[in-house]
């Protein structure tokens, strides 16, 4: 094969295979809109949920989600559901609701999976809906609704258990241990060397490194006594640590060349 040869055919032949293994996953997946609630030409107060009974047949996990549309484009300000993984066929329930008074002329199925992961539209819905400022009608849901509710909810309760069930890798085990380290190290260091630097150094120099140490430790009691009260209120206080004691290093690093570019005596 001439190189002109592989510098056209080779990358057409393998653009043309990644399209039509694209189409194939996309014509793995199917789905359709069979009911929604309220009917699809309705009025609804502010933040009141739409939601939408998605019959759908797949070979492979997918996600899926009911988008808004108005004239062709997404509603911004809105809420829609999250989305748990379903295989092989059956109905999903899909929501959304605005969160201020807008309109809806256009609902769209989205899935999402595979590997790499992507997503693309399924099927789409004509409707005439239109949110007002007023509060949400306190209708009673339908039979289905529920249903589907309580079904989302038994399949994520089945995730999670399986996900706690599985097996930690080494891999998970070593980047875990490392981030601890590294979280450990910066609350150290973020407090330590500020210290150290309030021992050596005089003046105005002295008050402004013991600033960055304070920080740090400030940041490390309140999450002590905040978790204490409510063990819930600094869910990522891993990273506070790691950010703050990044901030101390970063400001002692800038006294220190300063120090050194103004010449100033230990």
């Known amino acids: 094969m001439t190189s002109i040869a592989k510098r056209t055919i080779v990358p057409l032949a393998l653009a043309a295979l990644s399209l039509a293994a694209l189409s194939t996953v996309h014509a793995e997946s199917r789905a359709q809109i ?30 899926l989600w009911a988008r808004p549309y108005f004239n062709g484009k997404p509603v911004d300000k809105t809420r829609s559901n ?23 002329d256009e609902i769209r199925i989205r899935a999402g999976g595979g590997k790499p992961y992507r997503e693309w539209e399924l099927t789409s819905q004509a409707v005439q809906l239109r949110w007002t400022a007023a509060g949400p009608s306190g209708a009673t849901s339908a039979a289905w609704v529920d249903d589907l509710k309580a079904a989302d909810a038994a399949r994520g309760r089945e995730e999670t258990q399986r996900r706690a069930n599985e097996p930690v890798s080494t891999g998970d085990m070593a980047f875990f241990s490392g981030f601890m380290l590294l979280m450990l190290a910066l609350l150290v260091a973020g407090i330590g060397i500020p210290l150290w630097s309030v021992r050596k150094w005089r003046g105005g120099w002295k008050i402004a490194a013991a600033v960055p140490a304070a920080v740090v430790a400030f940041v490390a009691l309140r999450i002590i006594f905040d978790t204490a009260r409510d063990p819930t209120s600094h869910n990522l206080w891993p990273f506070e640590i790691i950010t703050f004691g990044a901030i101390a290093l970063a400001i002692i690093g800038v006294l220190a060349l300063a120090r050194r570019l103004l010449h100033v005596e230990p």
């Open 34 to 63: 069979v009911d929604t609630q309220p009917p699809k030409t309705a009025t609804l107060g502010r933040d009141e949920s739409f939601y939408v009974r998605i019959q759908y047949a797949t070979d492979g996990p997918i996600s």
């Open 82 to 104: 999250a989305s748990a993984q379903y295989t092989g066929t059956g109905e999903a329930l899909g929501w959304f609701a605005l969160v201020e008074p807008g309109e809806v």
